[in-house]
């Protein structure tokens, strides 16, 4: 019985199940799935037990959450999306990066709130974008967790995207199983207390105590104050919203 992230376990027999069944399957059609996946799920314990996790240890039941999420990775190009491939603005602007790590060793997610504006023409890129730096953070974390921190700083209603919030809890949800850590929202304006109401009903209850709402002071509890900005009240000297004129090239994260 192996024990995946020093935590939680899953029999190897299950395992074995799991990893025949999508094997049996794959003879139909090879080209279900990008290749890249196809390796891990041959010889990656953990990034299949995780579906075994999600599901009760339901064999069928985490075989189909298990193609679906592959199906999804190929669908948009998830393991051959690159920083060339994606607007330049969205980097530029810091929309969403990577910022150091959590109390658990994590590495945290930030979600720029402010930066985001609603368009239909965009919206395939908008989702690769926030995906990029999600699939960047869970392989730096050898496909184990790590947390969101969704800064609503100086954002209002016009940044507001309900169906890009529903995506970002759906992707943790579906197609990343076992990889949320936390999702801290922080400087939530109170007139956008009704749109977290409204979101908090698409999450499973067993996940909405992942959900904590925090100011500066409530951050500590969750991130250690030399991995906080010093916009945050941290002491991290690390870039955290962009330099005027602040043009990001591929040197950077």
Partial sequence: MPLFKNKWEVPDELITQLRSRFFDELRS??????PDDIERVKDNDWFIGRYLLHMEKD??????????SLK??????INTLRKKDLPK??????A??????????????????????????????????????????????DWGAVSVLFDCTDSGVGNVDLDMMRHLFETFKKYYPWCLSYFMVYNMPWYLSAVWRIIKQWIPQRHVSKITFVDANGLRDFIPEDQLPVCMGGTSTKMYEPKEGFKDGDESE
């Fill in 29 to 34: 059609d090879e080209n279900l799935y990008h």
């Fill in 59 to 68: 064999v069928e039941k985490a075989f189909n959450m298990l193609t679906e």
């Fill in 96 to 141: 969403i990066f990577i910022y150091n790590k959590d109390k658990r060793d994590h590495p945290v997610v930030v979600v720029r709130c402010k930066t985001h504006v609603k368009k239909e023409e965009t919206r395939r890129q908008q989702l690769q974008y926030m995906l990029y730096w999600i699939e960047k953070a869970v392989r730096s974390a």
């Fill in 89 to 94: 603005e969205y980097f530029d602007a810091r």
């Fill in 72 to 77: 999804y990775r190929k669908e948009y190009e």
